[in-house]
């Protein structure tokens, strides 16, 4: 089981910039696929983007706006933000899934997942 820990949400306007952040509790990154999801009111979750190894995957509606990157001597995966909409806001998670590929885990539902972390909540007004 890995532990997954994020931080980094928070409120911002339309057109601007946050950096999130997963920590992770070991050497995953030789062993799994690492992804952020999101979950917005009354609505189902939905993946936003996925790395594994240096390939990387993303949702069509984030493609060219959000960017995910590792840094394996940190245990650490990141989502870079850019050119937020009101659409973008949800609760963002961040996980993992073992023995995969990004873009395999960009066509997962929610029960592929391996490890979730609580999440962080994204917040973009107009």
């Known amino acids: 089981q890995v532990q997954l820990v994020e931080s980094g949400g928070g409120l911002v306007q339309a057109g601007g910039s946050l950096s999130l952040s997963c920590a992770t509790s070991?050497?995953?990154?030789?062993?799994?696929?690492m992804g952020w999801f999101r979950q917005a009111p009354g609505k189902e979750r939905e993946f936003v983007a996925a790395?594994?190894?240096?390939?990387?995957y993303y949702a069509d509606s984030v493609k060219g706006r959000f960017t995910i990157s590792g840094d394996n001597s940190k245990n650490t995966v990141y989502l870079q933000m850019n050119s937020l909409k009101p659409e973008d806001t949800a609760v963002y998670y961040c996980?993992?899934?073992?023995?995969?590929?990004?873009?395999?885990?960009?066509?997962?539902?929610?029960?592929?997942?391996?490890?979730w972390g609580k999440g962080t909540l994204v917040t973009v007004s107009s």
């Open positions: 070991g050497r995953t990154f030789s062993m799994y696929a």
């Open positions: 996980a993992a899934r073992l023995g995969t590929t990004a873009q395999a885990m960009g066509v997962m539902t929610s029960d592929g997942i391996n490890d």
């Open positions: 790395i594994r190894w240096k390939s990387a």
